[in-house]
């Protein structure tokens, strides 16, 4: 089992571009959240996806879109990038009523 | 507004020696407090975690203490190890979609 896979790991963008993080799990889970980590400021949740086909907005949605593509995937989207969305950016899974999230390994994203 | 707040920010303990985090929660509805570990490079993962109606909870050298009463929980880390280093994060949830907030992370280092 790989767990929850991200891509890209690294990608830098210029300001105005957009562009798709990608999200999959294989542990058969019905939630998928997706978080920002900032220097000082913890992990803050961006949108949230409870089940297949419902989505809502975390803490600090704004500049953000999400897509629940099915049961396994979760992606984010940057309609135009702005230098305060360079961030290293989470996606994790977990099951309702089991309260554990399991993380993927970030990518890091730069905005200039 | 910061509903958990982590201190310290950074930490150095010897080897051997105990690793104490704290956090402080303000919305009395928050039912779930786990701490996460998370590696330079790698995503969050789930280390231990205490529901608020019992006061400790002890897993191998881990151990979390939590004061309902005056909102605050703590991880100890005993006989702390050169592996143990990393950023701890605390978190609390109060619903059953397991949306969490995240204090702001401590770097713990332990010295040889």
């Known amino acids: 089992n790989a767990g929850v896979t991200q891509t890209p790991k690294f990608q830098v963008l210029k300001t105005g571009q957009s562009m798709t993080l990608q999200c999959a799990q294989d542990?058969?889970?019905?939630?998928m959240y997706w978080y920002r980590q900032d220097p000082g400021m913890g992990l803050r949740l961006i949108y949230y996806?409870?089940?297949?086909?419902?989505?809502d907005k975390g803490e600090v949605p704004n500049g953000y879109n999400v897509s629940r593509l099915n049961k396994r995937e979760f992606s984010l989207r940057l309609e135009s990038a702005a230098p305060s969305q360079t961030s290293v950016y989470f996606c994790?899974?977990?099951?309702?009523?089991?309260?554990?999230?399991?993380f993927g390994p970030g990518t890091r994203l730069t905005v200039t | 507004q910061q509903q958990v707040k982590q201190s310290p920010q950074s930490l150095i303990v010897q080897k051997g020696g105990i690793s104490i985090i704290n956090c402080a929660y303000e919305?009395?509805?928050?039912?779930?407090f786990p701490w996460y570990q998370q590696f330079p490079g790698k995503g969050p993962a789930l280390l231990i975690a205490?529901?608020?109606?019992?006061s400790e909870k002890k897993e191998g050298r881990f151990t979390i203490s939590f004061n309902k009463s005056a909102k605050q929980f703590s991880l100890h880390i005993m006989d702390s190890q050169p592996g143990d280093s990393a950023t701890y994060f605390c978190?609390?949830?109060?619903?059953?979609?397991?949306?969490?907030?995240f204090g702001t992370g401590t770097r713990l280092l332990v010295s040889p």
């Open positions: 994790a899974s977990g099951e309702y009523g089991d309260y554990e999230q399991y």
């Open positions: 542990m058969n889970h019905n939630s």
């Open positions: 996806s409870a089940s297949e086909g419902t989505t």
């Open positions: 919305n009395t509805a928050f039912d779930y």
């Open positions: 205490i529901r608020p109606d019992v």
């Open positions: 978190a609390a949830s109060d619903t059953g979609f397991q949306k969490l907030v």
